[in-house]
């Protein structure tokens, strides 16, 4: 029996709402999901299907969350307190051990630091906590000379960029994020879920591959000390699997920049409006300028630590080149290892978010977004 599709869409976005039946029909009868996407400021779909979710329903969203970290970034980068291509330690002194000392908020941003993580590694508590995850790798050699590459500082990217805003605010990020971005705009999208709040949580679900899926997982296992195993903390036993970090209340609680948000597809859309356009009667949040910095793409090709072609603008991934190269030059935004994925087109006004419960393969955003970002995309443009 196929599963009942909620919600609305604008004129024009019919077809949106079909390509989600159809996404929806080909998933497994448990499926729970959320679809939004804003032109122009103005919502124009909002839709979700599956028992026990509805459109104010939360998700973890993992790597998702750092697009609204780096939104924090780049609104103190336009107010003028920070300064990209000043060193992180003009702003944090003790990062510049082990020749970290040349290191740019410009680099850091762009995943060209080489600080992916710890020798050492961290606990599943320690993960939870910025402040502890920044201390630690401030004296950490860098895995390659900074500037001469790029990777992924998948789990860690957040407590960086977020000790430089604490350093040179005297707020965390998060408190930057809540009183700037999410409290203004009444956003379902939580660095740091109340304790209130909890009852819309839908836990994350691990993925369920299908016998190919699983053999391809099976012929490509990361070794324990590769890049990619460091930046993940996969080279610490007993650090917990990927499900278990949002589907903690201390992880939920504590909000962790990288990767401990959760959001409904609502929050996620409507951030990206917020940041491109005039919302609720609001002017952007960005200006042009700052919008055209953070949608340049500063860091692309080889990325050691995920192995493969990547692209990354300041904090963001280049939407365009990474995902989907039929939106317009600068798009911008973040996907997560959940399956979710959110942007801001900013030539088509677009802003895009989607999230699900259940992680799809082969993790990070889910392979139905590119038919649905077809279909809102091709119905903004008219």
Do not use: C
Not at 96 to 121: M, N, P, Y
Not at 227 to 240: K, M, Q, R, T, Y
Not at 320 to 332: E, K, N, R, V
Request: glycine share 12%; no cysteine; hydrophobic share 40%.
């Amino acid at each position: 029996m196929a599963q009942e599709i909620h919600g609305t869409v604008a004129e024009g976005f019919e077809a949106v709402r079909e390509e989600f039946a159809a996404v929806v029909a080909a998933e497994r009868p448990d499926y729970e999901g959320q679809l939004s996407a804003y032109v122009q400021g103005r919502r124009v779909v909002d839709l979700w299907a599956g028992a026990g979710t509805d459109g104010e329903t939360l998700f973890g969203v993992f790597s998702s969350t750092k697009g609204a970290a780096h939104l924090v970034v780049a609104l103190l980068v336009q107010d003028g307190t920070l300064k990209l291509d000043r060193e992180v330690a003009h702003y944090w002194p003790e990062f510049a051990a082990e020749g970290k000392g040349t290191v740019t908020l410009r680099d850091l941003l762009a995943h060209r630091s080489g600080v992916i993580g710890s020798d050492a590694g961290f606990t599943f508590d320690e993960l939870a906590d910025d402040r502890l995850v920044a201390e630690r790798l401030a004296a950490q050699r860098p895995f390659w000379r900074p500037g001469t590459a790029f990777g992924y500082h998948a789990l860690v990217i957040g407590a960086l960029t977020g000790e430089v805003v604490r350093r040179a605010t005297g707020r965390t990020l998060q408190e930057v994020y809540e009183e700037r971005i999410r409290a203004p705009y009444g956003l379902g999208f939580h660095l740091g879920l109340p304790e209130s709040e909890e009852p819309r949580y839908r836990s994350v679900q691990p993925m369920v591959p299908t016998p190919p899926e699983q053999a391809l997982l099976d012929a490509t296992p990361r070794g324990p000390h590769t890049l990619a195993s460091i930046a993940f903390n996969e080279h610490v036993p007993g650090a917990g699997t990927l499900v278990e970090h949002p589907n903690s209340r201390t992880v939920r609680a504590k909000g962790p920049a990288s990767a401990g948000g959760v959001a409904s597809a609502r929050g996620l859309a409507g951030m990206y409006a917020a940041a491109i356009s005039r919302v609720d009667g609001r002017a952007p949040l960005l200006k042009p300028d700052t919008i055209g910095e953070v949608g340049q793409i500063h860091s692309v090709g080889y990325d050691l630590v995920a192995r493969a072609h990547k692209s990354y603008g300041l904090g963001f991934q280049a939407t365009a080149d990474m995902w989907h190269p039929f939106l317009g030059a600068g798009a911008f935004g973040h996907s997560g290892a959940g399956g979710s994925q959110a942007f801001a087109d900013p030539r088509s006004g677009l802003a895009y978010g989607y999230t699900r419960r259940r992680i799809a393969f082969p993790g990070g955003a889910a392979p139905e977004n590119d038919r649905l970002v077809r279909a809102v995309h091709g119905a903004a443009l008219g």
